[in-house]
């Protein structure tokens, strides 16, 4: 049973930065692209970073610029450093696993439980 485990939400000034991090249990670490998608009160989840296994990203329009998605393979883990953060990025930040399935095209296979941010003076 594959499992992903998120910390590092908290509460934060606008301006400020936190750190995600999501750790995978099991064996679909090296093959599976990793990501963040995030889903604020009343609005649909939205994509915000995503790392493929060669280590080529992909960001929301609204977060580019800002946030950096990494991962360490040796650690199973993904990050998500988050820099500048605005009140707009307030959401519950979820942690994914996606599986290839054919060229150019991944399914989401594994969700975390999701971690809280708050931008908020």
């Known amino acids: 049973q594959v499992q992903l485990v998120e910390s590092g939400g908290g509460l934060v000034q606008p301006g400020g930065s936190l750190r995600l991090s999501c750790t995978a249990s099991?064996?679909?670490?090296?093959?599976?692209?990793m990501g963040w998608y995030r889903q604020a009160p009343g609005k649909e989840r939205e994509l915000v970073a995503i790392i493929r296994t060669e280590s080529s990203a992909n960001y929301g329009a609204s977060v580019k610029g800002r946030f950096t998605i990494s991962r360490d393979n040796a650690e199973n883990t993904v990050y998500l450093q988050m820099n500048s953060l605005k009140p707009e990025d307030t959401a519950v930040y979820y942690c994914?696993?996606?599986?290839?399935?054919?060229?150019?095209?991944?399914?989401?296979?594994?969700w975390g439980q999701g971690t809280q941010v708050t931008v908020s003076s």
């Open positions: 994914v696993a996606d599986r290839k399935v054919a060229d150019g095209v991944w399914m989401h296979e594994y």
């Open positions: 099991g064996s679909i670490f090296n093959t599976y692209a």
